[in-house]
Structure formats: C-alpha cells, structure tokens
C-alpha cells in the first residue's frame, strides 16, 4: 500500500541517488581536468643563435675551449637540434650538428669523430637535461666518457646557461657555460 510516507521516502531516495550520481559526474571531470592541466605544460622556447658570455662563464681550466663559442638550436615537440661551433684544444676550428630526440635515445658524431648517445629529457619548463655516453679514440686508446649537461633558459628568454659534468680518468670536470641570444 502506498502512503504518502512511502511516497516521501521514495521521491527523497530517487534525489539522492540522483544528486550522489551527479556528484561523482562532476567531481571525475573536475579531477580529470585538473590532473590534465597539471601534466600538460609547454616548455619554453629554446630556439635561436646563442653566443658564449665567456666572462660570465665557468669554464674552468681549458677556459673557452672547453665550451662551445656559438650554440645554434632548432625546437620541435620531438626533438632539439643543435648546430655547436668553437674553437678545438688544438686551435683548429669544429661545427658540428646534434639531433637529440626527447625521451629516446640518440646517436651523433661527436668533436674528434667520437661517437655520442645521448637522451634528453625535459626537466621542469625552463631545462632540459641531456645524458651523454661519448666513445672516441684518443692517442691510439678507446676512451669511454659518461656525464650529463642541463640547459637551463632564463624568464625573459635572453640567456640560456649550459651546466656540464663528465667523468674523465682524470676525475669529474665541470663546467657552467652562459650564452646570450644574438
């Protein structure tokens, strides 16, 4: 027998269920959304000519040649291409051109023909990170070289600073290079 009370109860439960479902509805979305919008960033760009600032570099003992005098870098969603020219320990000038695919690894020819593997992955908006594995034949010895480099854009887009480590038989040498775009 329906009675207004059950009738009551009924048209209560039915809105709850239905006000419960819309709930879960909207809170889904809205967590969707926002985890979206939390991974989902673009990184800045890192395209341009960029001209060492040796005074305002760290280059340690081999000083200029131990950096690239001029970093020429193309941007794509895939990828970094860099065209890096300077000066080798020899005095003879080098300009070579690097491909280095985003969370893959590359391989390049290197300064002195060695070969480099690297994977670059992003780090934060404003760096990326390069992991690098250079083979290269030095005095008649196969010479096996790991270390890291971190690009690292300034706010305005005007200086781009290049961290570098590598372990040597020697120890680690590191070295802070700061460009300017121009």
Same mark, same amino acid.
């Given at each position: 027998?329906?009675?207004?009370?059950?009738?009551?109860?009924?048209?209560?439960?039915?809105?709850?269920?239905?006000?419960?479902?819309?709930?879960?509805?909207?809170?889904?979305?809205?967590?969707?959304?926002?985890?979206?919008?939390?991974?989902?960033?673009?990184?800045?760009?890192?395209?341009?000519?960029?001209?060492?600032?040796?005074?305002?570099?760290?280059?340690?003992?081999?000083?200029?040649?131990?950096?690239?005098?001029?970093?020429?870098?193309?941007?794509?969603?895939?990828?970094?291409?860099?065209?890096?020219?300077?000066?080798?320990?020899?005095?003879?000038?080098?300009?070579?051109?690097?491909?280095?695919?985003?969370?893959? +690894?590359?391989? /390049?020819? #290197?300064?002195?023909?060695?070969?480099?593997? !690297?994977?670059?992955?992003?780090? %934060? @908006?404003? $760096?990326?990170?390069?992991?690098?594995?250079?083979?290269?034949?030095?005095?008649?010895?196969?010479?096996?070289?790991?270390?890291?480099?971190?690009? +690292?854009?300034? /706010?305005? #887009?005007?200086?781009?600073?290049?961290?570098? !480590?590598?372990?040597?038989?020697? %120890? @680690?040498? $590191?070295?802070?290079?700061?460009?300017?775009?121009?």
């Amino acid at each position: 027998m329906l009675t207004s009370h059950n009738i009551l109860f009924y048209y209560i439960y039915l809105k709850l269920t239905i006000m419960t479902r819309k709930f879960f509805l909207y809170t889904t979305a809205f967590l969707s959304l926002s985890l979206l919008f939390a991974f989902s960033y673009k990184a800045a760009n890192f395209s341009g000519t960029w001209n060492l600032d040796e005074s305002a570099s760290e280059l340690g003992q081999f000083g200029a040649r131990g950096a690239y005098s001029k970093v020429v870098i193309e941007q794509s969603d895939e990828a970094i291409k860099m065209t890096v020219s300077g000066s080798g320990f020899d005095g003879s000038n080098y300009e070579i051109t690097e491909t280095h695919l985003v969370g893959k +690894e590359s391989q /390049n020819t #290197g300064i002195m023909n060695s070969k480099k593997i !690297s994977t670059l992955n992003w780090d %934060g @908006e404003q $760096s990326f990170k390069i992991d690098v594995k250079l083979m290269l034949e030095f005095q008649g010895q196969s010479l096996e070289l790991t270390g890291n480099e971190k690009w +690292e854009i300034s /706010n305005d #887009g005007k200086t781009l600073t290049q961290y570098s !480590s590598i372990n040597t038989p020697q %120890g @680690e040498m $590191s070295t802070k290079a700061v460009y300017k775009k121009g």
